[in-house]
Structures are given as C-alpha cells and as structure tokens.
C-alpha cells in the first residue's frame, strides 16, 4: 500500500471533529496469516486469458486472467489454486511459459496500458515468489517462443519491439530497430525450427521476418489482405517451410516461410478476428482457430472449417503427451478442456474465478450473487448449500446488469435487484424480471416504468420486511413485496439523491443512507430519519456499521480510519486501539453476538468484542493479494463470513 493512504502523525493523536477532512485508498489486499482462512468460494469461472501446459508434466497447468490473476492446477485442471502474484498493477497475464528444464520456473507476460509493472516476471518456485526481469519492466509483453532447438534461446513479443534472450529468459535486448514504427509494438512471435536466427512478428499492421537474428528486418505480407492485424503465427514444427498465421481479415498459410499467403476459404466474416491458431502435431490436417466468436476446427488441412464452440477464446494450449487433449482460456467460461480433439468440452473452474462480485442477498435459504462486467460475464448466480458452490441462474432478463440484490429470508421466489436506472422483481426465484414503477416520477411511459438512476437497494428484516431503494431522485420505501413505493422525505422541501444505503444483517430496524446532504439514520425501519454530524468527507466514507440495539454504536469505515459514536452522531472517536488510523475497508457487526464486529483493514481481518474500541487480528490464512471490497452476513448464517471482491468472486471464512 502505498505511503499516499498514511495519514498524517497528528491524526492518531487527536479526538475527530466535524468538518475533519480524510483521504486514502479504495481497495485493500488480503494477506495471509494462520488458521482455517478464507476460500474462493466462487461462482467459478468468468475470464481466462491466457493457458500453459507444463511440457514435462501434462497434469500441470497454469492459467492467468486479467487484474493480474494467476492459477495452477496440478490434476490436469479438475482444481485450481490462486498464486500470489504481484498485483500492484491490475494488468492482464498475456503469455505464460513453463520452462521445460525446471518445471517449478515460469515466465509470466503483463500488459499493463504502460505501467512499469507491465513486462514479465519469473519465478523459480512455482508461484511462491515472483521477480520483475529488469530488461522488459514497464513494457508490455504480448507472446512468448523458445526455439526447438534449444531453449535457452527466446524471443519475445511486446510492445516496444521483439526481444531476445540467450539465457532462457533472465536476460534480454531489443533485436527490432527502434525507429521500424512498423515493428514498434509486436503481437506475436515465432521461432523457425530449424534455424534460430529466423524469427516471425506479428504486428498491428501485417507480419515481419528476420533471417538473421534481428539484424535485418522484411516484410512477409505478400497475400494478406492490407493492414491486417496479426494475432498467432504458428511454424509447422516437422516442416519448417509450412506457417499458419491468424489475423483480423482471416486465416492464413505459407508454405515458403512466410514469403507469400493464400487464406482459407470458407470462413465466415464474423470468425476473422483469429486471437489463436495451432495445428495437431500428430495430425498437421488438423488445424484449431481460436476466435472472437467460437473455435474453429478443420480435419482436411483447411479445405473446409467447423465450428464446434461459441466461446470468446483468447489462449489455446495442446497437451504434448496426447494432443487429443486441449485447453481453452476463454472470455466468458473460464478454461474449458476437450479430450476428443475438440468435439466436446467440459468446464475446468473448480477454484478458478474471475467475476467482480456487486450484490449478495438471502432469499428463502438460498443465497443469491450477482457479478459486472461486459455482457458475458455478467449474472444471477444460486447456492443451496450457504455459499459453498453456485450455478448460473438461467433469466429470461439476459444482459441485464444488476448491481443490488435484496431478498427475504422467508421466501426463496422472491427477489428485487437494481440495474442501473431501474427496480426489478421476481417472484420465481429469479427466472423473470418486471420493472417496478416509483408513481411520484410520474408514471410510465406505455408498458415501462420511468427511469431513474438506481444507487442502492435494501431489505429491512422486520414484520413485515421493508425495502429500500437509494435513487437519484430521493428513498423510496416499500412494505408489500416490492408492489407499490412512497418517498420518503429525508430534509423538508428538498430531493435528496441516496448515495448508499447501510443495514444490519439481521432484524433490528435501523438504516443509514448516504446522501450529498449527509448521513441519515432511521431507527424504526425507515419510517422517520434524523440527520447525522459527521466528521469527514463523505467520499470518504467506505461502509457503515450499525450496532442492532437502538442508540447502539454506529462505526464508520473511512479512508484513514474508522470512527465511532454511542451518541447517534454527536461526537465521534478515532478507533485506533489495535487499529492505525488508516484505510478501513468495511466494518460489520455480529448478526447474533453482541458487541462483536469484524472490520477490514489492509487485508487483514480484525475483530472487537466490546462494540469496536479495541481490536485484535483474526488469526486466518489469508489469500495474498486478494482485494476484500465488502464484507457481508447473514443472520440465518452467524458462522460464515462472505467477502466481495472486484475480481476473485465471493470470499469465505468459517468463524468459530
């Protein structure tokens, strides 16, 4: 964590008065420690960018994801582990290779939009610990080759020119002409064979080729259609003279070492954006093409083309002992594997997970998850067994992004979720969804609700339950299933638009919601709102933690600390007793035991029992560089703790 999220030296000594002004950081990685500790929990898949196979040990793998995710399996993918990875740059795994003279060593490729933590890193241990190789730091590798011949001899694809390595990776130097604009950024690269000193780039704009180790350098586009976009070249290893290459115009091949193209017939418009090609090496008619849109597959070395999946495939590795066997890096399901040379395929994700978590809710007993992102990474997701496993809820609202889930724990059909302008319930469990209209907008227009910017949504668990929406356009509050809404007056004569909105995990009645006017908190289910002094910026305010008890303490987890009152907001405390006075991520009060709450702080879990003065650690084997967004409870679940994260899905530790 950088120095910037410190606070100043006075801050530590100092009562908190309103108008104090606090700044720090959003995210706080989870760090490791003892004990049972957190778990990926899933839901399992979302985005995998890039695929290995170790070349002495089949049943090895590793795949990357993007925010700087890295996994291995050691059982062919059936689980995955979560490496500790460097991620102070959220940038994307792009290449990945397993070195075949010492399998506990791999390089891994980062492109971080030009962050020095872009560039490539080694480890020597099998993920333990990771080093930045100096030559390729802040400059975006995009693909990896070692020469058939001897592996010591690497070339890389980046985005500053090709590099090249001696020493299987430690060491490198530019062998492109920096003034070649041509050959500024490279997107692929290959190794001829036969003959290190020819080497193949792919770039933005058609292909290149040396023949003399990077001395000179031509351009091999003869054939291609102009300006193509070169993803993947791939070198028949058994014939040298045979090339494939795959490009935004389509699917090429050589057989004059890339001197001259013909493209493969037959292949539809939508299919040309080819991120990846490879060829059986037992069978060289056998030739796969990764795409944007689903994997191609021709048995007839390219006479005619198949399409046998529909998933955004980004990484496609063979297994060098049966290459029956292949593994997919996709964009929307995670790593997908066939054993039939890629008739069918099945998913690979226990453990591997790339969603951003947005909303969890309780419904009935079962528990409801909702993730961001682009259309195919976006969901419902259920788990009947309290967060333990989760499937996709299949809704007839698919693309909908909803970013709020609220639910009652006595009924498991019924569910409201927020999008971004409107409120949608289900009364199946999820399966369907109709907008609901707030009449004080006015109506609707035909068939559909007004819109309104949606920025929260609660329920209250009481008798009977309450549910809240935080709107641009004030709080609505509902207590028939989500029918009809009422606004709720937060200040005389004003529309106060409602930032967030913070409630306990169990029953208990109280509420506070954060508006640009301030805090308000409501003790008797939202009925009636009192305002709240608060001392800092609420920008800076991260989460909210109610005591259930009326008058009960209420915690604030702020960018340099967290503050308490037992006063309703009156005066406030700097909490740093077992604390120090800086980011605290989010705080939670106990649903059952009273006094306890668990706060987040750096990543590591800490726990008060008198209410939130004084703090001990929790003593838990954390996952290193886990970013915690939210903490959440159930009240019907006291034992089990859930963590949202921007990227690893739900996390889950089992308190005693």
């Given amino acids: 964590m950088e120095d910037r999220c410190r606070p100043p030296a006075w801050f530590h000594r100092r009562l908190v008065s309103l108008g104090f002004f606090l700044a720090g950081c959003v995210f706080v990685p989870l760090l490791s420690g003892a004990g049972t500790g957190w778990e990926l929990a899933g839901p399992y898949g979302g985005s995998a960018t890039a695929i290995a196979v170790d070349p002495g040990n089949p049943q090895r793998l590793v795949a990357g994801a993007r925010q700087s995710l890295l996994f291995l399996s050691e059982n062919g993918g059936n689980t995955w582990r979560l490496l500790p990875f460097p991620r102070r740059t959220l940038g994307t795994v792009t290449a990945i290779y397993v070195d075949p003279a010492d399998p506990r060593r791999f390089l891994v490729g980062i492109e971080a939009n030009g962050s020095t933590d872009a560039g490539l890193y080694e480890t020597t241990d099998s993920g333990l610990s990771w080093t930045q190789i100096a030559d390729l730091q802040g400059n975006g590798v995009h693909a990896l080759a070692a020469?058939?011949?001897?592996?010591?001899?690497?070339?890389?694809?980046?985005?500053?020119?090709?590099?090249?390595?001696?020493?299987s990776g430690t060491r490198w130097r530019r062998i492109s002409p920096a003034g070649n604009h041509e050959l500024r950024t490279v997107t692929a690269i290959a190794i001829a064979p036969d003959d290190p000193n020819t080497i193949l780039a792919g770039t933005p704009h058609l292909p290149w080729k040396t023949t003399d180790g990077?001395?000179?350098?031509?351009?091999?586009?003869?054939?291609?259609?102009?300006?193509?976009?070169?993803?993947?070249?791939?070198?028949?290893p058994d014939r040298p003279d045979q090339v494939l290459a795959s490009a935004c115009s389509g699917i090429y091949r050589s057989d004059n070492r890339g001197q001259s193209w013909?493209?493969?017939?037959?292949?539809?418009?939508t299919h040309r954006r080819t991120r990846v090609i490879r060829?059986?090496?037992?069978?060289?008619?056998?030739?796969?093409?990764g795409t944007t849109v689903g994997l191609l597959k021709t048995t007839n070395g390219g006479a005619t083309w198949r399409q046998v999946n529909y998933h955004e495939i980004h990484s496609l590795a063979l297994n060098p002992a049966d290459p029956a066997i292949l593994y997919l890096a996709t964009e929307d399901a995670g790593i997908l594997r066939s054993e039939d040379r890629g008739e069918t395929f099945s998913s690979l994700n226990r453990g591997f997970v790339n969603y951003r978590m947005e909303g969890i809710a309780l419904a009935g007993k079962s528990l409801f998850a909702t993730t961001s992102g682009p259309p195919p990474l976006r969901g419902l997701f259920r788990s009947d067994d309290g967060g333990k496993s989760w499937g996709r809820v299949r809704t007839a609202n698919t693309g909908q992004e909803f970013r709020h889930l609220a639910g009652v724990p006595g009924d498991s059909k019924l569910l409201l979720a927020a999008g971004a302008d409107h409120v949608y319930r289900s009364t199946n469990g999820g399966s369907s969804w109709s907008p609901i209209a707030f009449p004080e907008l006015g109506g609707s227009r035909g068939q559909r609700p007004v819109p309104t910017r949606i920025h929260a949504l609660a329920a209250v668990h009481g008798s009977p339950v309450v549910f809240l929406a935080g709107t641009e356009h004030g709080l609505f509050r509902n207590t028939d299933r989500g029918a009809t809404w009422t606004r709720i007056v937060l200040r005389p004569k004003t529309v106060l638009p409602v930032l967030a909105l913070y409630t306990l995990a169990g029953s208990g009645g109280r509420v506070v919601v954060r508006t640009p006017g301030g805090l308000f908190l409501s003790e008797d289910y939202g009925r009636r709102w009192r305002a709240l002094g608060v001392p800092v910026d609420l920008a800076k305010?991260?989460?909210?933690?109610?005591?259930?008890?009326?008058?009960g303490t209420l915690l604030l987890a702020t960018s340099e600390g967290l503050l308490g009152s037992e006063d309703l907001g009156a005066s406030w405390t700097l909490r740093t007793q077992g604390l120090e006075a800086s980011a605290v991520q989010s705080v939670r009060f106990h649903p059952v035991r009273k006094g306890e709450v668990l706060a987040i702080q750096y990543g590591a879990l800490h726990r008060s029992e008198d209410g939130g003065r004084s703090w001990l650690p929790v003593a838990h084997a954390g996952l290193k560089n886990v970013f915690v967004r939210q903490l959440w409870w159930a009240a019907q679940m006291p034992g089990r703790l859930f963590g949202l994260t921007a990227e690893t899905g739900l996390l889950l530790l089992d308190l005693p």
Avoid: C
């Fill in 147 to 167: 020469w058939a011949g001897d592996a010591m001899r690497m070339a890389a694809a980046t985005r500053q020119g090709v590099y090249l390595s001696l020493d």
């Fill in 214 to 236: 990077g001395r000179s350098w031509f351009s091999i586009s003869r054939g291609m259609i102009d300006d193509s976009d070169v993803f993947s070249i791939f070198v028949n």
């Fill in 262 to 269: 013909r493209k493969y017939a037959g292949i539809p418009a």
């Fill in 279 to 289: 060829q059986d090496p037992r069978d060289p008619a056998i030739i796969y093409a």
């Fill in 541 to 551: 305010i991260n989460d909210v933690g109610l005591a259930p008890q009326t008058g």
